[in-house]
T-cell receptor, first 114, second 114 residues
Framework: DTGVSQNPRHKITKRGQNVTFRCDPI?????LYWYRQTLGQGPEFLTY????????KSRLLSDRFSAERPKGSFSTLEIQRTEQGDSAMYLC????????????FGPGTRLTVL | SQKIEQNSEALNIQEGKTATLTCNYT??????LQWYRQDPGRGPVFLLL?????KEKRKERLKVTFDTTLKQSLFHITASQPADSATYLC?????????????FGTGTRLLVSP
């Protein structure tokens, strides 16, 4: 399967714990996006990478959230000191060109914070 | 404020009929608009993109219109099938960011009955 993959698919954690998610984009895609989606809502933009550079972060991304894409390939999203409000689906997407091109989404990581 | 609105109520139709979904936006001037399909527990899948200078676009049983005066896009599925049951999301580029920063509507759930 050469699509976008995300791991883990599900994560249950206790409030206050740290969690890390991984995204492997389509190999030739240099653009990578993270979104968060809650029930009944559309995906909300969190952050954008072009190659290894993080070029944009949403104000939704508090100081507890950090994302990296160290070699311009896979990316990780870490949430420190998780809160119940962090419970959501975290989606990763990648694309190859700048404007107008489709984004290819992964299956998402569903986070539940108890 | 900027808003993208889709009918939050589910649309129930019978197999074979045409489904029409609406996407309205305010305080955006998008160069293009995209439609995605999302199945439960999965990431969105790109369907169609329509540019501001295009009135209509078709792909197999799908048709999208884009009226920049009304600030509205309509998404049609002709000869609908139960397999078309899913949530359909519209998305547009927030603009002025230098990259494709998509803003999604809340999505409309379509249920096609046999």
């Amino acid at each position: 399967d050469t699509g976008v993959s995300q791991n883990p698919r599900h994560k249950i954690t206790k409030r206050g714990q740290n969690v890390t998610f991984r995204c492997d984009p389509i190999s030739e895609h240099n653009r990578l996006y993270w979104y968060r989606q809650t029930l009944g809502q559309g995906p909300e933009f969190l952050t954008y990478f072009q190659n290894e550079a993080q070029l944009e972060k949403s104000r939704l991304l508090s100081d507890r959230f950090s994302a990296e894409r160290p070699k311009g390939s896979f990316s990780t999203l870490e949430i420190q000191r998780t809160e119940q409000g962090d419970s959501a689906m975290y989606l990763c997407a990648s694309s190859a060109r700048l404007a107008g091109d489709e984004q290819f989404f992964g299956p998402g990581t569903r986070l539940t914070v108890l | 404020s900027q808003k993208i609105e889709q009918n939050s109520e589910a649309l129930n139709i019978q197999e074979g009929k045409t489904a029409t979904l609406t996407c309205n936006y305010t305080n955006y001037s998008p160069a293009y608009l995209q439609w995605y399909r999302q199945d439960p527990g999965r990431g969105p899948v790109f369907l169609l993109l329509i540019r501001e200078n295009e009135k209509e676009k078709r792909k197999e049983r799908l048709k999208v219109t884009f009226d920049t005066t009304l600030k509205q896009s309509l998404f049609h599925i002709t000869a609908s099938q139960p397999a078309d049951s899913a949530t359909y999301l519209c998305a547009l580029d927030e603009g002025n960011t230098g990259f494709q920063k998509l803003v999604f509507g809340t999505g409309t759930r379509l249920l096609v009955s046999p």
